[in-house]
């Protein structure tokens, strides 16, 4: 892939994945591996992540696949101690699974009182469940890899774990409430851990993407014959630039923040990379 700058200190280093099977997080396995870095993909589709680790060995790159349930500690241990041996002990993480759930979205902006009345998803018929797995999903499959990987990083330099947040951390959407909750979640502990592992000499930062179009939020942002989304005209509007974000604009940040030498004295930091949307006021 081609790369906005090349980032020299990566190779060689370990940088393990997770939701390494999706559009954004493959994208940023191929950066680390265009920059030398060895690179773990865990996904809990195998097939998605061996796909990824194959056209990245492809390109002359070195990666692995591993089926992995951020949620599950035990079959992270296990997941390490594979990496150790085929790769050797982690020196960057990217806590980049996370999702949303439909049982935890409503399906208008706003209530009104004779919602109760229709067969919609109101605020009132929020799944517990499909909440908590959300929450789950996107903070503990932070916390718990966190937990895991970074035990490979004392004593060490160079070190860095980058999580992956929202713009919904900044001002929550409509319609998902429990996403938003869960990503304000991760900004919010992407700073604690900054300073838990400063004395370690570990940087902790986030990036958080603002609105790109891709395969998981199509149906979403466009209908099906292609046009625009009412909300996708909303998101549009209030972004400045006017546009989308394409996934390798977000390469750019990736490498910035993993720098010692770029970013060596940032830490705690949640980087937007939105084309405007959080700087504008709508006015």
Known sequence: MELPFQNEEL????????????VLCSMFSKALAACGARVAL??????????????????????RAYYADVLDRNVLEKVRQSILEDLGPCDILINGAGG?????????DYFRQ??????????????????????????????????????????????????????NAFTPLTRIPAYSGAKAAVSNFTQWLAVHFSREHIRVNAIAPG????AQNQALLFNPDGTPSERTEKILSATPMERFGKPEELVGALLFLLSEKAAGFI?????????????????
């Not at 797995?133 to 070190?159: E, H, I, R, W, Y």
């Open 42 to 63: 865990l996904d809990r589709n195998l097939a998605a992540a061996e796909a990824q680790a194959k056209e990245i060995a492809a390109q002359g790159g070195t990666a």
């Open 211 to 214: 609105f790109f179009a891709t």
């Open 114 to 167: 004779g919602d109760l009345e229709k067969d919609i998803h109101t605020f009132f018929d929020l799944d517990t469940a499909g909440v908590e797995f959300v929450f789950n999903l996107n903070f503990l499959g932070a916390l718990v890899p966190t937990q895991v990987f970074a035990p490979d990083m004392m004593g060490k330099s160079g070190c860095s774990i980058l999580n992956i947040s929202s713009m």
């Open 100 to 108: 949303n759930n439909p049982r935890a979205t409503t399906t208008n």
């Open 11 to 22: 190779k060689g280093k370990v940088a393990v994945v997770t939701g390494a099977g999706g």
């Open 267 to 283: 830490t705690g930091v949640v980087l937007p990379v939105d084309g405007g949307f959080s700087a504008y006021s709508g006015v």
